[in-house]
């Protein structure tokens, strides 16, 4: 089970915390994606963290968020900071264990869990 928390609103360049709670599995197995879908948009990968904490970003959000896991709280986080209105949309984060690499991190489909999601609007 993954439970997503944090979103909200805020106003153009401020930041949000995302939190990504696990349960049910086991946390180091996974590598654990961050993913955000605004309307009518494909769902589209943010940001992913391996067990050994490599990281990995979308272009766009690179330098601007921080994606880190807690390997005892078995919880990941999305610090998002100078946050624009392209940001918005629902993000979700997902848990694979399949051996992802640093392009096939970026498929959704390589994701067999996921949270249900919460709401991020960013105000101009």
């Known amino acids: 089970q993954l439970q997503a928390s944090g979103g909200g609103l805020v106003q153009a360049g401020g930041s949000l915390k995302l939190s990504c709670e696990t349960s049910?599995?086991?946390?180091?197995?996974?590598?654990i994606g961050w993913f955000r879908q605004a309307p009518g948009n494909e769902r589209e990968f943010v940001a992913g963290?391996?067990?050994?904490?490599?990281?990995k970003y979308r272009d766009s959000v690179e330098g601007r968020f921080t994606i880190t896991r807690d390997n005892v709280k078995n919880a990941i986080y999305l610090q998002m900071d100078s946050l624009n209105p392209e940001d918005a949309g629902v993000y979700y984060c997902?848990?694979?264990?399949?051996?992802?690499?640093?392009?096939?991190?970026?498929?959704?489909?390589?994701?067999?869990?996921w949270g249900q999601g919460t709401l991020v609007t960013v105000s101009s």
């Open positions: 997902a848990a694979s264990s399949s051996k992802l690499t640093v392009l096939t991190i970026y498929f959704k489909h390589k994701y067999t869990l």
């Open positions: 049910g599995l086991t946390f180091s197995r996974y590598v």
């Open positions: 963290i391996w067990s050994s904490g490599a990281t």
